[in-house]
């Protein structure tokens, strides 16, 4: 078997960068508006969310509490997050407000 040769520092390949077609994430490129109504729907029903990164920094990651055992959703920075946080909120707005426990 042929040696491989050896990671850039971080063990990157490159093939993150390929697949999320050169995009990368950032939460400032979100619409606020959007941002907002995640917000507003997921702790209006007593829910709470968190907005982060993947581990390795390649992909949006939200979380999410109160709508059962806490989940993590993760967007690639290919994809659309204002479409992602749009179905975030609309999953939520039929939820009576403050029925949501935490577990």
């Known amino acids: 078997m042929a040696k491989q040769p050896p990671r850039p ?3 990157t390949t490159g093939l993150r960068e390929s697949l ?7 939460w400032a490129s979100c619409d606020p508006g959007i941002l907002q109504l995640a917000i507003a729907s997921v702790s209006r029903c007593g829910g709470a969310i968190r907005f982060g990164y993947s581990r390795d920094g390649g992909a949006y990651s939200i979380g ?3 709508d059962g055992p806490a ?5 690639a920075p290919g994809d659309d997050i204002d479409e992602a946080l ?4 609309s999953a ?3 939820i009576a407000p403050g029925s949501l ?3």
């Open 9 to 11: 520092p971080g063990g």
């Open 20 to 26: 999320g077609r050169g995009k990368s994430a950032d």
């Open 64 to 66: 999410i509490y109160g």
């Open 71 to 75: 989940y993590t959703v993760y967007c």
């Open 86 to 89: 749009a179905k975030v909120a």
């Open 92 to 94: 939520f707005e039929d």
């Open 101 to 103: 426990h935490n577990e």
